[in-house]
């Protein structure tokens, strides 16, 4: 927890009583298109974060000036803006957020206040900061009314792709049947060469690079307050943003059902909220109400389970020396074997990688690491609180570990299965819930037909 918190917050929002959204630029160069946004807090700092986005062949003739200018274009520029100020207002939490270049309809109001409150959950939470929905901010806006509009869109998916083992079943499922194209945010080594090996290259990937305003870094070394924001909803505009660039019709994200599990037992802090399927619903129905009726936004992955997921990953050995989730190591595009992501994901796939190809994986024998035993309690139940990251359900860590068990029962078992094989887990848990968890598909989901015959094709 941040020492004085609560203190902090109360302090920073009398001092710094409102936040404005005051506009952002948009031009075309050469290079492509460049976006810059302004915010204020309380006229005494000012931010301007904003992103580039490259012209390749595939977008240049759908991005000229008449588009950009275009009053649907214009609205998702401002959309966009709406989700990355949550990032520069969570500084000093200010009461009052004035948004003057749009005017926003009560329901409106109401929908991004849902998002930023659950959508910093997490921060409130590791802040010690308690607040409510009616109290923690207040939206005031002017200017023109966003409409809906129409982008003409072709029947094609734009696949986001980070690098890990989701968006590698995601791509190596939707290939075979539709026309795709990866979109990568802020490009990393992980993402790129997953890319590669899924056959596509730099000419064909859609790309924003994003920057931050490194005042706001700053303000953060300065004491001001910091944490977890929602990054997935932030992603959802921006995937929009692309595939109206692109043309690309439907955008399938790569969310499973654990994101729906709170990260803290008996509350709705959850670090994947944005990930979740309220999430999902609420964003689906504020894009055909308020934006377009051509995007087709749903998360692709959503019927399946991490176990799922990871047993068909297990399939494309190919993808092996590529992929990579671990937060901690994202920068230098590594593993580094000591976070909760890590042991998550070697959990997930040891019933499906044998021991010796998942150390060559990983570069340690994670098992064997005593020091993980805090987040194997973590990541299994035994403690409450799960660790803030993108990880599975309990019962899918569980079921793994009841598989990997179940597949070497005559042999010495490694220190944390022997650890686990002590607790209360190893009793409740049986391998025939295992079982049901890898035939069975979760029915909350927004796949039409075909996107789902994928699936049940690969569970076969």
Same mark, same amino acid.
């Given at each position: 927890?941040?020492?004085? +918190? ?10 710094? %009583? ?13 290079d492509g298109l460049k976006v810059a946004y302004h ?19 595939f977008n240049r003739k759908r991005l000229d000036a ?7 274009? &214009? ?5 966009? @803006? ?11 939490? =200010? ?16 929908? *991004? ?25 207040? !939206? ?22 980070? +690098? ?6 995601a791509l190596e499922l939707l290939r075979k049947d539709?026309?795709?194209? %990866? ?6 080594? =992980? ?7 899924? @056959? ?5 990937? =859609? ?19 910091? +944490? ?43 670090? /994947?909220?944005?990930?979740?399927? =309220? ?11 308020? !934006?377009?009726?051509? $995007? ?6 959503? %019927?399946?389970?991490?176990?799922? !997921? ?10 092996? %020396? ?23 994901? *070697? ?14 994986? $990983? +570069? ?42 179940? &597949?070497?029962?005559?042999?010495? *078992? ?18 025939? /819930?295992?079982?049901?968890?890898? &035939? ?21």
């Amino acid at each position: 927890m941040q020492p004085g +918190g609560k203190q902090l917050y109360e302090q920073l929002r009398n001092e710094y %009583p409102f936040f404005v959204y005051e506009g952002f630029d948009a031009s075309l160069n050469a290079d492509g298109l460049k976006v810059a946004y302004h915010f204020n807090l309380s006229d005494k700092y000012s931010f301007q974060p904003g992103f580039t986005l490259p012209f390749k062949s595939f977008n240049r003739k759908r991005l000229d000036a008449n588009f950009l200018n275009s009053a649907g274009f &214009q609205d998702l520029l401002f959309h966009i @803006g709406m989700i990355e100020l949550i990032s520069y207002w969570k500084a000093a939490c =200010a009461r009052r957020v004035i948004i003057k270049i749009r005017e926003l309809t009560s329901a409106q109001v109401a929908w *991004w206040k849902k998002v930023y409150f659950h959508g910093l959950g997490e921060f409130f939470y590791t802040n010690e900061i308690e607040t409510g929905f009616d109290d923690f901010m207040q !939206i005031e806006s002017s200017g023109i009314r966003t409409a809906k509009h129409i982008f003409s869109l072709n029947d094609s998916v734009l696949v986001p792709v980070g +690098g890990g083992k989701d968006s590698v079943v995601a791509l190596e499922l939707l290939r075979k049947d539709f026309e795709i194209r %990866p979109f990568i945010l802020n490009a990393r080594g =992980a993402s790129l060469e997953t890319s590669y090996k899924a @056959g596509f290259s730099n000419i064909t990937i =859609a790309e924003v690079n994003r920057t931050l305003d490194p005042l706001l870094l700053k303000l953060n070394d300065e004491g001001f307050l910091n +944490g977890h924001t929602p990054f997935s909803a932030l992603l959802a505009f921006y995937t929009l943003l692309v595939a109206a660039v692109t043309g690309d019709k439907h955008i399938a994200l790569s969310n499973e059902s654990s994101a729906n599990e709170p990260t803290v037992a008996g509350t709705d802090v959850n670090h /994947q909220y944005s990930k979740s399927y =309220a999430f999902e619903k609420d964003f689906r129905e504020y894009v055909a109400t308020y !934006i377009s009726d051509d $995007f087709n936004y749903f998360s692709f992955l959503r %019927p399946m389970n991490e176990l799922q !997921i990871a047993m068909i990953f297990a399939l494309n050995v190919r993808y092996y %020396p590529v992929f990579k989730s671990c937060n901690v190591g994202s920068k230098t595009d590594i593993w580094c074997g000591h976070c909760p992501k890590c042991l998550f994901a *070697w959990i997930i796939l040891s019933p499906f990688i044998p021991i010796n190809e998942l150390i060559h994986i $990983f +570069g340690k024998n994670l098992y064997e690491d005593a020091g993980m035993i805090g987040y194997l309690k973590e990541l299994t139940g035994i403690d409450e609180v799960k660790p803030f990251e993108c990880v599975g359900t309990m019962d899918e860590v569980n079921a793994a570990l009841q598989l990997f068990i179940k &597949q070497h029962n005559r042999e010495k *078992w490694p220190l944390l299965i022997d650890y686990y094989s002590n607790t209360s887990n190893f009793n409740d848990y049986k391998v025939s /819930q295992s079982g049901e968890l890898l &035939q069975q598909l979760n029915e909350e989901h927004f796949l039409e037909s075909r996107f789902l015959d994928c699936i049940k094709k690969a569970l076969l």
